[in-house]
């Protein structure tokens, strides 16, 4: 049996959430999600409330790899905070 192909979403931004993981969860049969790279906070948390939220719909589907990507964003958004507890901002608003 052939393994499926491995992707990572790259700089996706918030489409991680609203386009990227509900098309690949309706072919996660067919592809495997290693990584979402992003640069931002807010993609890092779009990509934890979409990968939770598939977690509650599958829960038995490759759920340490889930698991594995969840815990990954939330170490990325706490290493990226200011001491302050703010963010750098994107879309031209410089701190959220």
């Known amino acids: 049996m052939t393994k499926p192909p491995q992707i990572a979403i790259l700089g996706a ?3 991680v959430r609203t386009q990227y993981i509900p ?10 999600l290693k990584a979402i790279w992003s640069r931002t906070e ?6 934890i409330q979409a990968l939770t939220s598939f977690k509650k719909l599958y829960p038995r589907h490759r759920g340490e790899e889930t698991e594995k990507c969840i815990e990954r964003a939330a170490i ?8 302050n507890g703010s963010w750098y901002g994107s879309w031209g608003v410089c701190f959220t």
Do not use: N, Y
């Open 23 to 32: 098309r690949l969860t309706e072919i996660s049969d067919l592809v495997v």
């Open 76 to 83: 990325f958004i706490e290493k990226i905070q200011a001491p």
């Open 13 to 15: 931004g918030i489409f």
């Open 42 to 47: 807010e993609s890092a948390r779009a990509a």
